[in-house]
Each structure stands twice: as structure tokens, then as C-alpha cells.
């Protein structure tokens, strides 16, 4: 039944995307008997989504409940958009994951249930985001979408970001630890030092397909970090662009100096110096960009290989918000 034919007034049909294997995930969803038009899809794993998303289409839900991370987002979203197109049903996120930046940015409490998923439906806010779509130029229909997307010493620190997953820091705390660890690192290791040494990046602003300035600062072929996200709010307060708002956001940072990399922690909350450009710190807005990496980047949490991709924005979706 299609969603447009139910009667004003009727609750909601829900589709639930349980994912067992989420961090914070204790079963309590599956159980839960708050409406009888709630259908509940558990796939065993990711080759599984597609089946289960088409069923719940053809059921023709209005709400969409995500059960889990980051990474269970990144999956569904990527895997819904050849079923839903430009016609997506409103989407919740209840965070279950080790991370959870989505929730963060929609203002969603770490205790939000399928319940208050549903109350928000009728009765919450309405927040409009479009994840990044990222593209491999020699595999056009490997399209992924995603909401933060990070490489050179970023790959290191989500990969440091599992070593304190199992030291038991998770969100915020996590987002901490890493950035203490890879800031001692840069500070005090040298240029062969892969924090420091960054990886080569070719990024190419679209549609002119300039390239992104260099400030000059170590080698120009090499950037530090590259992050690129359609999120407004992060884990932990930090702001790594700056006060630039909606819309798909790039920073970037050439090989900066010692100096800049001890203020790195006050840049990420505004309280850095001026001239960040003229410093090695690059923030703005791009309608779209391409990007040649010689090694992994992460997107949500996993890691994808080296080579050249598109990256833009994708479809925009409601998210319901308490």
C-alpha cells in the first residue's frame, strides 16, 4: 500500500532496522508490541538489506527506524536509495552504536526507544540532511552514502578510535582520546611519522575541477587530514568547520607547522588564530569535489580503498528529531 493512500489520522506504518550486532543493541526493540504496524526486519548481514528494505517498501511505511551506528546508517542509506529514489519515508535513528555522530546531529538522546521514534513522528521535529554520495570514477555503480568521510592521519585515528572501543570509550569520549593521541604524535614525531606525513591527495573542487589551494607548508602533493561531512553538529562540541553551516563542508590541512598542530584542539572549538588559510587549515563549502587518495579512507567508520571518487550530495531525507 502506498503511503499516500492511507487515510489521514491513521498511525504510522513502521519499518524497524534491527542490527544485532550494534554496540548498545539489547533485543528490547524486537519485542516491542506498541502498534501492530510495526514490521521488523533483522538481515543477518549487509547482502541482506536490499531484500529487507524492498519488503518494507512494498508495505509502503512512513517511518523508517534505524537500530544502530554510524556504520548501520551508512548501510541502509546506501542500500535504500535504489529502492526509494528521491521517495524516502521518514527516517529515525535510535543510536545504538560504538558511534553514533547522526543522533548527535539530530539532537536525539543515547536513551531514544522505538517508541519515541514514533511519538517524534507525530509529534517532534522534522530535520532535513542529505548524506554525501561518494563514487568511484572507474566503478560508477559503486555508489555509497555517508555522513563523514575522512582520510590521512584521520584513517590512523579511527583505527587508534577501535583501541579505545575496547578500552571502553565510545562517542564523545572516543572522539577525545583519538584526538589527544594523534595530536603527542604529530607534536613529537617526525616528518616520517605517519601522523605527520599525511597522505598524497589530489582534491579537485567541481565543477570547475580546480584544485583545493595549498598553503605551501610541507609537501604539496600531501595533506594531514581531509575531512568532508553534510553533518552541522559533531561529537564532543568540536566544530572542524568552523561555523560553516549547511550543505557538504571540506577541511583540510596541509603539513602544519608544530605550533599549529598544539592549536589544533583550539581551532576545533573556534578559538584559534586567524589567517587559517595562510596557516595550513582549508574550510569551505563545495558543491561537489573529486579526490585521488594513495591510501584507505573511512566513511562512517569503514575503511575503503585508495583511488579517485567523486564526492556530492546525495538525496535529502527527513529525519525525525525529539
Request: include cysteine.
Amino acid at each position: 500500500m502506498r503511503r499516500d493512500a492511507r487515510a489521514e489520522g491513521d498511525p504510522p506504518i513502521v519499518g524497524l532496522i534491527y542490527n544485532p550486532r550494534s554496540h548498545h543493541n539489547r533485543g528490547q526493540d524486537l519485542t516491542s508490541k506498541i502498534s501492530p504496524d510495526v514490521f521488523v526486519a533483522q538481515p543477518g548481514n549487509r547482502d541482506q538489506l536490499p531484500e529487507a528494505l524492498a519488503r518494507l517498501a512494498e508495505r509502503g511505511i512512513d517511518l523508517l527506524v534505524i537500530n544502530g551506528g554510524d556504520g548501520t546508517v551508512r548501510d541502509v542509506l546506501t542500500c535504500g536509495e535504489p529502492i526509494f529514489g528521491d521517495d524516502w519515508p521518514v527516517v529515525a535513528v535510535l543510536p545504538k552504536g560504538k558511534t553514533n555522530a547522526l543522533a548527535v546531529d539530530l539532537g536525539g538522546p543515547s536513551d531514544w526507544t522505538l517508541q519515541c521514534a514514533v511519538d517524534a513522528y507525530e509529534n517532534g521535529k522534522r530535520v532535513k540532511r542529505s548524506p554525501m554520495a561518494i563514487t568511484p570514477l572507474d566503478q560508477p555503480d559503486a555508489r555509497v552514502l555517508g555522513f563523514i568521510l575522512g582520510a590521512g592521519a584521520f584513517t590512523l585515528g579511527t583505527k587508534a578510535g577501535q583501541s579505545a572501543h575496547k578500552l571502553g570509550a565510545f562517542n564523545s569520549l572516543a572522539v577525545g582520546v583519538t584526538t589527544f593521541w594523534g595530536i603527542l604524535q604529530a607534536v613529537f614525531g617526525t616528518r616520517a611519522n605517519p601522523w605527520r606525513r599525511g597522505a598524497k591527495m589530489d582534491l579537485r573542487l567541481a565543477p570547475s575541477g580546480v584544485p583545493l589551494e595549498h598553503s605551501g607548508l610541507g609537501e604539496p602533493e600531501r595533506r594531514l587530514i581531509l575531512l568532508a561531512s553534510t553533518l552541522e553538529r559533531f561529537p564532543g562540541g568540536i566544530k572542524p568547520f568552523g561555523s560553516l553551516g549547511k550543505g557538504l563542508k571540506l577541511a583540510a590541512l596541509d603539513q602544519i607547522s608544530r605550533w599549529m598542530t598544539l592549536m589544533l584542539p583550539a581551532i576545533l572549538f573556534e578559538f584559534g588564530p586567524k589567517n587559517l588559510r595562510k596557516r595550513g587549515f582549508h574550510q569551505l563549502v563545495a558543491q561537489s569535489f573529486e579526490m585521488e587518495l594513495d591510501d584507505q579512507f573511512i566513511l562512517d567508520g569503514e575503511a575503503f580503498p585508495a583511488g579517485r571518487y567523486r564526492v556530492e550530495t546525495g538525496p535529502e531525507i527527513d529525519f525525525v528529531a525529539p
